[in-house]
T-cell receptor
């Protein structure tokens, strides 16, 4: 059982919808991450939060909006997405941002129609 | 820039050893990781090695690092059907725990 829980597991949304992905970690970690996994491409880092402060935004379009209300929870708010945004969105956490290993959730499979 | 490369597929017979290879380009890598991804799941951390080490063994897993050639390998002894998955190599460079992942190697274990 993973210490990082993501909901929902699957999400289908239209291009005009607004939805949110949720991530919760039960490991007492201080850093949380959003990654995008598309077919036949390496994992892409989207956002990094450390102690609830966003420390990295990897040129992600503004239709993706992260939120980290506390060190255990991370959200990814979605609006006006495109079909090419369909992917597996993975949340991860680590003890700190000093080379401590990342622990991943099982991801949310997003399909944009 | 940073680049991590892996072969796409590997097929082995149950009980044999599997060796999954990875090459990277950034000589300033500090940690190198191996992750396993089963269908419908996220990435599971298998093991990792610090860049000043040559080898790390953990039960059936052996990691070898050749820093001169920037080559990392993962050996799985006595491979089982439950080892069938995609294996990702990743390197951590620069500050801030930024990982660069390879595209993954699909391991298929045949009976």
């Amino acid at each position: 059982e993973t210490g990082v829980t993501q909901t929902p597991r699957h999400l289908v949304m239209g291009m005009t919808n607004k939805k949110s992905l949720k991530c919760e970690q039960h490991l007492g970690h201080n850093a949380m991450y959003w990654y995008k996994q598309s077919a036949k491409k390496p994992l892409e880092l989207m956002f990094v939060y450390s102690l609830e402060e966003r420390v990295e935004n990897n040129s992600v379009p503004s239709r993706f909006s992260p939120e980290c209300p506390n060190s255990s929870h991370l959200f990814l708010h979605l609006h006006t997405l495109q079909p090419e945004d369909s992917a597996l969105y993975l949340c991860a956490s680590s003890q700190n941002r000093d080379n401590s290993p990342l622990h991943f959730g099982n991801g949310t499979r997003l399909t944009v129609t | 820039g940073e680049d991590v490369e892996q072969s796409l597929f590997l097929s082995v017979r149950e009980g044999d050893s599997s060796v999954i290879n990875c090459t990277y380009t950034d000589s300033s890598s500090t940690y190198l990781y191996w992750y396993k991804q089963e269908p419908g799941a996220g990435l599971q951390l298998l093991t990792y090695i610090f860049s000043n080490m040559d080898m790390k063994q953990d039960q059936r897993l052996t990691v070898l690092l050749n820093k001169k050639d920037k080559h990392l390998s993962l050996r799985i002894a006595d491979t089982q059907t439950g080892d069938s998955a995609i294996y990702f190599c990743a390197e951590s460079t620069g500050g801030g725990n930024k990982l660069t992942f390879g595209t993954g190697t699909q391991l298929k274990v045949e009976l």
